[in-house]
């Protein structure tokens, strides 16, 4: 079956500066990878997604990458605000499941 | 409604005794998913309802879980004489369409505490 491995497990930054979260999978079948923040006492909330006929999807602060050759994707956060401090999980899905298999969550903490 | 509703939000419940999580998703999401989540954890998958087919169920940790979907909307998760390793938040998840087109929609959950 599918394996997401996620790094790093807890990130900080200062409020402004840029955010990397980056996950890994293993089956090549894949091709949706959808990434959600979870902020304290709430569910996940897709933020963004890409399948794997794009490279990069970007929504206003946030962007996703996929190297399919490398099975990895990452989240990027630009101009962090300290609204941006929750845990963000990814996710990875083949096709043909319906099941997505999620990554361990980062711990984002942006200092004011 | 205009989310995923999950009830209770906090359960505390004695070692030994059963329990029932209901989540309400949302109208005419025909995929309802539930997940567990442990402190420090990721979101480990338990079962899977699409519309009239038989759910899957190869996520459920032991015979102790159960899960049914009434009507196609509301669903129901009971663990019976629950262990202080049931401890955990248990998510519901919906969403439009099970295929790939489609993202979940997640309530808060509810939080089991076994003690």
């Known amino acids: 079956g599918e394996n997401v491995e996620q790094h790093p497990s807890t990130l900080s930054v200062q409020e402004g500066d840029s955010a990397v979260i980056k996950c890994t999978y293993s089956?090549?079948?894949?091709?949706?990878f959808p990434w959600y923040k979870q902020e304290l006492g709430k569910g996940p909330q897709l933020i963004i997604d890409?399948?794997?006929?794009?490279g990069e999807k970007k929504d206003q602060r946030i962007a996703v990458t996929l190297n399919k050759t490398a099975k990895h994707f990452s989240l990027h956060i630009t101009e962090t605000q300290p609204e941006d401090s929750a845990v963000y999980f990814c996710?990875?899905?083949?096709?043909?499941?319906?099941?997505?298999?999620f990554g361990r969550g980062t711990s984002l903490i942006v200092h004011p | 409604g205009a989310g995923v509703s999950q009830s209770p939000s906090n359960k505390v419940t004695e070692k030994g005794k059963d329990v029932e999580l209901r989540c309400d998703p949302i109208?005419?999401?025909?995929?309802l998913y539930w997940y567990r989540q442990s402190l420090g954890q990721g979101l480990e998958f338990l079962i899977y309802?699409?519309?009239?087919?038989?759910?899957?169920k190869s996520g459920l940790p032991s015979d102790r879980f159960s899960a049914e979907r009434t009507g196609g909307s509301v669903s129901t998760l009971t663990i019976q004489r629950t262990q202080q390793e049931d401890s955990a938040v248990y998510l519901c998840?919906?969403?439009?369409?099970?295929?790939?087109?489609?993202?979940?929609?997640f309530g808060s959950g509810t939080r089991l505490t076994v003690v």
């Open positions: 998840a919906s969403s439009l369409m099970s295929g790939q087109r489609y993202g979940y929609t």
């Open positions: 089956d090549s079948a894949s091709n949706y």
């Open positions: 890409i399948r794997s006929n794009v």
């Open positions: 996710a990875a899905r083949a096709g043909g499941s319906y099941i997505p298999t």
């Open positions: 109208s005419g999401h025909t995929a």
């Open positions: 309802f699409q519309g009239n087919s038989a759910p899957d």
